[in-house]
């Protein structure tokens, strides 16, 4: 099997900064184009932003030049740099990831979520 946990969330003041983090671990072979996402209260669930396993980014439109996405291939793990936050950037933060494991083809895979919450 395979999982993936995020940490980095938490309570920051509208300007503030965030770093949030998500590893993945267990069976894998290989890991594709790793993504953030969030889901704020009432709304939908939608993309932040995403990087391919050679480093390519692509953002949403609102966080672009505020939010940074890397990955350490070598640790499994993708980073989400998030700065100038504002408060309707305060929801719960997905991590996302196709994953082709040792043994048993390939699978989609989430984080549990960490929550963000941007206020006063």
């Known amino acids: 099997q395979v999982q993936l946990v995020e940490s980095g969330g938490g309570l920051v003041q509208p300007g503030g900064s965030l770093r949030l983090s998500c590893a993945a671990s267990?069976?894998?072979?290989?890991?594709?184009?790793m993504s953030w996402y969030r889901q704020a209260p009432g709304k939908q669930r939608e993309l932040v932003a995403d990087i391919t396993n050679d480093g390519r980014a692509n953002y949403a439109d609102s966080v672009k030049g505020r939010f940074t996405i890397s990955r350490d291939n070598a640790k499994n793990t993708v980073y989400l740099q998030m700065n100038s936050l504002k408060p309707e950037n305060t929801a719960v933060y997905y991590c996302?990831?196709?994953?082709?494991?040792?043994?048993?083809?390939?699978?989609?895979?989430w984080g549990q979520g960490t929550q963000v919450t941007v206020s006063s």
């Open positions: 996302n990831a196709p994953v082709r494991r040792n043994v048993g083809g390939m699978g989609n895979y």
């Open positions: 267990g069976s894998i072979f290989r890991i594709y184009t």
